[in-house]
């Protein structure tokens, strides 16, 4: 591939000796893709390691490690949060495999999330699969606010309404300047 894109860069795949690696050439971009998603895979699929211990990536690897170490940490974890989600009943049991699904809602799949704190207690927590849902009317955007935002708004605000209007009586001791 190295001596394909040379010898793109440097005009010589009509030259002989060259030839052979102008089809590389052109499957250039498709190749990298390739690439890519071949380390993508080998990413998302190696083992996850946290203080030495392995963090599962689901429930039948956290139970296959609870096995393996000869103890229940992982699905003591999971109980713990379910047993929280009980308790803050936030779903609403509608029955297992009923096909009716209250107006309104949507059937969408959930699946567990392990970390570990840095004391050593593992966590599970139950997320939804919310690209299933779809975006509500009323949802509101909630950004992060910069401090150069936030100057410029004040700026402008007292540059519209005063000091005094923003409640800002203290500054009328200070020299301000003027605003055009």
């Known amino acids: 591939m190295t001596c394909a894109i040379y010898g793109k860069e440097h005009n010589l795949l009509e030259q002989d000796g060259w030839k052979c690696?102008?089809?590389l050439a052109r499957q250039q971009k498709k190749l990298l893709q390739l690439a890519h998603q071949a380390k993508l895979r080998s990413f998302r699929c190696r083992p996850?390691?946290?203080f030495g211990i392995q963090i599962p990536r689901s429930h039948a690897q956290a139970l296959e490690l609870d096995k393996e170490n000869g103890n229940h940490l992982w699905r003591d974890a999971e109980e713990r949060e379910l047993n929280q989600i009980d308790e803050f009943e936030a779903f609403m049991d509608v029955g297992i495999g009923t096909s009716a699904v209250?107006?309104?809602y949507k059937k969408i799949r959930v699946h567990m999330v392990y970390d570990m704190k840095v004391t050593l207690q593992r966590k599970a927590r139950l997320v939804a699969d919310g690209q299933l849902t779809d975006t509500p009317v009323d949802s509101v955007y909630s950004s992060v606010v910069s401090l150069r935002?936030?100057?410029?708004?004040?700026f402008i605000a007292e540059c519209r309404l005063g000091a005094q209007m923003l409640g800002m009586h203290i500054l009328k001791h200070i020299p301000m300047r003027k605003c055009t």
Do not use: H, N
């Not at 935002?149 to 004040?154: A, D, E, M, N, S």
């Open 21 to 23: 690696f102008a089809r």
């Open 102 to 104: 209250p107006r309104g």
């Open 48 to 50: 996850t390691f946290k």
């Open 149 to 154: 935002g936030l100057k410029t708004v004040l």
